[in-house]
């Protein structure tokens, strides 16, 4: 069996490391803070207990997997790696850093990967003697429970080491899509839409917070309505992501951040974890009630799935991945209800088209500017499926 290798002790590294460890690797955790080893490997421990004692797996099973995990602060311990897989602070600087070292103890064939959220694949590679080799592998959290996996080659990857992570991946039981090295990937860039057109609603008091979730939920499917998604992805991570995508779109009004959310974070009202976000999660609180207006939730469902939309055949268009991986990536990675190119179909591509043109005339904004795919297929009548 390979070993894999992980740098980062924190929440996506141990995720990371539990899932190869799962499948039968002897994996490397290497962090450079000893407090974050230990508390690595209590946490590890805590999660297998509760996974035997939910039946999931024997106390022999966790120990075993367990026994195949060893925690280092030497990154030379790195040398037998095949794969190692980067998941230390979202810091492009950092990161090439990090790389170089990888570099300087691996195989020259061993492959070097970044768990990054949003950060230039190919800026990462720039330093490396190899850079044919490195490549992102951008896991959800929590890793073990997620199964979407997107794989970003950089400008310099060789295919033959994508198809080998790929397959090693998938041995994983995950499901690996390939997205080009652009900001945000597939997920973290399609489902933006999913809270800035959210946010826009709730500011033009076209409706309050628990009205657009009971939309998005009760009607349109989505597991959970924007804000309720926002305070539990914690409001802070959110809009950094938000940001970050929108500086590198070179301020593209799309992906605009939100005044709203930014005076949360400010105030520390980052969601659940804090207490307090768009809701109120303190003890005694009590939940808002949406406004069960079927009229005014369709009208918010279509506004925002007309956007999501969108944005995924923008992501087409542009070659960002496959018509099958951006439904794939959107269904596994964040749970949507159907893939949206897909639901294009069957909403009907023609009836999308005049709803984004309805809303750019109205606001004259060019975040509503319809893409040109949607408008030549409406044009031509085609769908995206047959
Ligand atoms: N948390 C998420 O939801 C999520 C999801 C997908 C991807 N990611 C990405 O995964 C990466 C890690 O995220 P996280 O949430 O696990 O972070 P985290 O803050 O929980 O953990 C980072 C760990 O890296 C260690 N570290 C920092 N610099 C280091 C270095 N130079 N050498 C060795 N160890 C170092 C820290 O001590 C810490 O233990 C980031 O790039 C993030 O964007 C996060």
């Known amino acids: 069996m390979e070993i894999i290798g992980v740098l980062g002790a924190g929440a996506m590294g141990c995720g990371i490391a539990q899932v190869a460890a799962a499948h039968g690797h002897d994996v490397v955790i290497c962090d450079n803070l000893t407090p974050a080893l230990t508390k690595a490997s209590k946490q590890m421990q805590a999660t297998l207990k509760i996974l035997v004692e939910k039946g999931k797996m024997t106390d022999a099973e966790a120990y075993s997997l367990f026994s195949r995990i060893r925690l280092t602060d030497h990154m030379s311990d790195f040398s037998k790696c095949t794969l190692v897989i980067e998941a230390i602070v979202e810091d492009v600087e950092q990161k090439q850093i990090a790389f170089k070292s990888i570099e300087a103890t691996v195989d020259a064939k ?24 490195i490549m992102g592998v951008h896991f959800f ?15 310099q990857t060789e295919a033959k080491f994508v198809d080998q992570a790929r397959k090693l991946i998938n041995s994983w039981g995950k499901t690996t899509v390939i997205a080009k090295d652009t900001p945000g990937f597939i997920v973290n860039r399609v489902a933006r839409p999913y809270y800035g057109e959210a946010l826009r609603i709730l500011e033009e008091g076209i409706a309050d917070a628990a009205t657009i979730d009971w ?24 809009y950094t992501v938000t940001e970050t995508v929108f500086k590198s779109f070179y301020f593209d009004p799309r992906y605009k951040p939100s005044f709203t959310q930014k005076r949360l974070v400010d105030a520390h009202y980052f969601g659940r974890k804090s207490g307090r976000g768009f809701y109120d999660y303190r003890d005694g609180a009590v939940l808002p009630e949406p406004t069960k207006d079927e009229m005014l939730g369709k009208q918010i469902l279509t506004r925002i799935l007309s956007m999501l939309i ?19 990536a959107m269904t596994q990675g964040v749970n949507y209800p159907k893939g949206l ?12 088209v005049r709803q984004l043109d309805w809303l750019h005339a109205e606001y004259c904004d060019d975040r509503y500017r319809c893409c040109r795919l949607l408008r030549i297929m409406a044009r031509e009548k085609k769908t995206f499926y047959q």
Do not use: C
């Open 341 to 352: 190119l897909a639901w294009a179909d069957s909403l009907g591509v023609d009836n999308i």
């Open 310 to 328: 969108n944005e995924a055949a923008d992501a087409l268009y542009l070659n960002v991945a496959n018509r099958d991986d951006i439904d794939l």
């Open 110 to 133: 061993a492959i070097i990967a970044s768990n990054t959220s949003s950060l230039s694949i190919s800026a990462m590679g720039a330093q490396l003697k190899h850079p044919e080799r």
């Open 141 to 155: 959290n929590p890793a073990p429970l997620m199964r979407l996996v997107e794989i970003i080659p950089a400008l």
């Open 215 to 238: 939309a998005m939920r009760d009607l349109g499917g989505f597991r959970m309505g924007p804000f309720e998604l926002m305070d539990f992805i914690g409001n802070d991570i959110n």
